[in-house]
């Protein structure tokens, strides 16, 4: 199953990543990097029903950031 990114920015608003990501682990290393970089206020991960699989918190766990 795909998995996409979605974060937000203060100043973009909505950005939606068009790329599926193959793995729910490929998708949250993507994701988070714009968190470490401050580029993003949230960031969360959705399956190819736009259901949300990981949240800006797990996101944040599993990169390493709380």
Not at 50 to 60: E, H, I, L
Request: hydrophobic letters at 35%.
């Amino acid at each position: 199953m795909p998995y996409y990114v979605r974060i937000t920015t203060d100043t973009d608003g909505l950005v939606n990543d068009p790329k599926p990501y193959p793995t729910l682990a490929a998708a949250m290393q993507v994701a988070g990097e714009p968190l470490k970089t401050g580029g993003a206020t949230t960031a969360w991960i959705e399956d190819d029903d736009g259901k949300v699989c990981a949240n800006t918190d797990d996101v944040k766990k599993y990169c390493g950031l709380i």
